[in-house]
């Protein structure tokens, strides 16, 4: 079971900028799909961006360019760094990476992180 941790969320004021981080157990975003998502209050857990093993990214419409997905594979953590933020984009911030291993499919979730951007 590959456990991942999410860390870099917080309080932010609109405009600002956050980097999240999803550290990895093992050895995983190199493979299958890797992303993330979020969950707003009283809404339900949407993409927010998704990039393949071959680094095809797809953003949801509401990024609209201030959000970029990357990676580090030598320390198997993925970001998300997040540029003027607006008060909507407050949510838990989940990454996520699924696809097909020696064992089968997987879907790993992390806990979360939350992001709050408020004045």
């Known amino acids: 079971q590959v456990q991942l941790v999410e860390s870099g969320g917080g309080l932010v004021q609109p405009g600002g900028s956050l980097r999240l981080s999803c550290a990895a157990s093992e050895s995983i975003f190199t493979a299958g799909t890797v992303g993330w998502y979020r969950r707003a209050p009283g809404k339900q857990r949407e993409l927010v961006v998704g990039?393949?093993?071959?680094?095809?990214?797809n953003y949801a419409d509401f990024v609209e360019g201030r959000f970029t997905i990357f990676r580090d594979n030598d320390k198997n953590t993925m970001y998300l760094q997040m540029n003027s933020l607006k008060p909507e984009d407050t949510a838990v911030y989940y990454c996520?990476?699924?696809?097909?291993?020696?064992?089968?499919?997987?879907?790993?979730w992390g806990q979360g992180t939350q992001v709050t951007v408020s004045s």
């Open positions: 996520n990476a699924r696809g097909i291993g020696k064992s089968g499919p997987y879907d790993y």
């Open positions: 990039i393949t093993s071959g680094g095809f990214m």
